[in-house]
């Protein structure tokens, strides 16, 4: 079982930065795809960035040079680095994990999520 805890979320302006954080507990793994997610009002849940335990990344088109996503295996943590954040970046934030590559497989934990809310 693992237990993944967000935050670093909020209300900001367009054009602005925010650094999310995730911190998994229990039985972790740091070979573990670790990654997030979000959820925009009204649509579905879409895959955001992930990294692997080579450090490899990657990230959907939308967040490309914008989005920067980093791990920390000493302190079980993940994080997302965003910048020149948009209003269409708004949505619940989730921090996800998985035995497999997220962006084809469901992860297999998934944290709470916090709001980031990016106001025109």
């Known amino acids: 079982q693992v237990q993944l805890v967000e935050s670093g979320g909020g209300l900001v302006q367009a054009g602005g930065s925010l650094r999310l954080s995730c911190v998994a507990s229990g039985r972790t793994s740091s070979s573990y795809h670790m990654g997030w997610f979000r959820q925009a009002p009204g649509k579905e849940r879409e895959f955001v960035a992930a990294?692997?335990?080579?450090?490899?990344?990657y990230y959907v088109d939308s967040v490309k040079g914008r989005f920067t996503i980093s791990r920390d295996n000493a302190k079980n943590m993940v994080y997302l680095q965003m910048n020149s954040l948009k209003p269409e970046d708004t949505g619940v934030y989730y921090c996800a994990v998985g035995y497999y590559d997220l962006r084809t497989r469901t992860p297999d934990y998934w944290g709470q999520g916090t709001q980031v809310t990016v106001s025109s």
């Open positions: 990294i692997r335990w080579n450090t490899m990344t």
